[in-house]
């Protein structure tokens, strides 16, 4: 967890580096929200281990619930979980422990299986 942490410690302290790059995509017109992923690419480029979690969509919802727990100064202690099995959006069942994306891709491709989205009070 520890590359999770300095991301998430980076990100939230956003050192100058950092504000510039979210500056300098900000002119080109891209979003804020984007132009801070972006940003986080840019900064993280040279660094493999960190250019990684911030590459990796789980790894990014990690970070930022890690950036939430620094900003409130929680006294929770988070507790990571290594993936098994499928990567995040396989759509096969390759490997013992399947993706959500491949439950629902076997679920929605049996004609007799009616699937509620919506949620329901």
Do not use: W
Request: hydrophobic letters at 35%; one cysteine or more.
């Amino acid at each position: 967890m520890c590359y999770l942490n300095y991301a998430a410690q980076i990100l939230s302290d956003e050192p100058p580096e950092l504000k510039s790059l979210i500056m300098q995509n900000l002119k080109l017109g891209i979003s804020h929200s984007a132009s801070k992923i972006k940003a986080t690419k840019q900064h993280f480029e040279n660094n493999e281990a960190l250019n990684d979690i911030v590459n990796k969509s789980n790894n990014i919802l990690a970070v930022e619930y890690l950036r939430a727990l620094i900003t409130t100064k929680s006294s929770i202690i988070p507790l990571t979980i290594k993936r098994e099995g499928s990567d995040y959006n396989d759509k096969e069942f390759k490997k013992i422990y399947a993706s959500a994306s491949a439950i629902r891709e076997i679920l929605y491709s049996k004609s007799n299986i009616k699937i509620c989205t919506k949620r329901m009070l």
